[in-house]
């Protein structure tokens, strides 16, 4: 039961996170719909992400594929522990 509602804390924590910043840099998430939204909920913009894929060739050189631009935006505004995961 512990571990379950720390995982619904840190969900609540990072969409939390992700709404303020898209308000206060007046951007937008597109939304099931493909709506721009500044509300988006944490399960879509996790589910939004399912395509990306991280490549590594011969352990030397790190491609990220199907990087959409919405999701660099995102991650742009989440801030740099984050664009290092997607770089």
Not at 6 to 25: D, G, M, S, T
Not at 45 to 71: D, E, M, R, W
């Amino acid at each position: 039961m512990m571990i379950m509602t720390l995982c619904l804390l840190v969900y609540a924590a990072l969409e939390n996170r992700i709404r303020k910043q898209l308000e206060h840099h007046q951007e937008t998430f597109p939304d099931q719909k493909n709506k721009p939204t500044q509300r988006p909920m944490a399960r879509w913009v996790f589910y939004s992400f399912k395509g990306a894929h991280v490549l590594s060739i011969n352990t030397k050189q790190t491609l990220i594929l199907n990087l959409k631009p919405h999701h660099s935006a995102l991650l742009k505004l989440l801030g740099p522990p984050y664009q290092k995961l997607y770089s």
